[in-house]
Nanobody
Framework: QVQLIESGGGQVQAGGSLRLSCAAS????????AAWFRQGPGKEREFASA????????SYADSVKGRFIISKDITKDTMYLQMNSLKPEDTAVYYC??????????????????WGQGIQVTVSA
């Protein structure tokens, strides 16, 4: 049974940092691309960052590039999102997701089959 469980969210002031974790079970994270998506209040869900199965390829939305760092620890089957220099516009529910197909690389949300329950990140001005 595939499960993705996010942790590490919370409230922080602008300019602060948070690290999100996504613990995977029921599959080997080293075989699948994984990603973080987010949905702000009144907004559609959007792509934030993704990392390939092997971890050698990463992608970031322009809005987070230079501030967020995605990584994975395949020994722990856990993916991370280090979020620095946070802005109020980063306020959202953050979701981790696993690609539907092993060893494939895309960043389109419809290509991601399994999703975590989401975790709230709130950045105050």
């Amino acid at each position: 049974q595939v499960q993705l469980i996010e942790s590490g969210g919370g409230q922080v002031q602008a300019g602060g940092s948070l690290r999100l974790s996504c613990a995977a079970s029921g599959f080997a994270l080293r075989r699948f691309a994984a990603a973080w998506f987010r949905q702000g209040p009144g907004k559609e869900r959007e792509f934030a960052s993704a990392i390939s199965a092997g971890g050698g390829t990463v992608s970031y939305a322009d809005s987070v590039k230079g501030r967020f760092i995605i990584s994975k620890d395949i020994t722990k089957d856990t993916m991370y999102l280090q979020m620095n220099s946070l802005k109020p516009e980063d306020t959202a529910v953050y979701y981790c997701a696993r690609h539907a197909k092993p060893l494939q690389w895309t960043t389109t949300s419809t290509d991601y089959q399994f999703w975590g329950q989401g975790i709230q990140v709130t950045v105050s001005a």
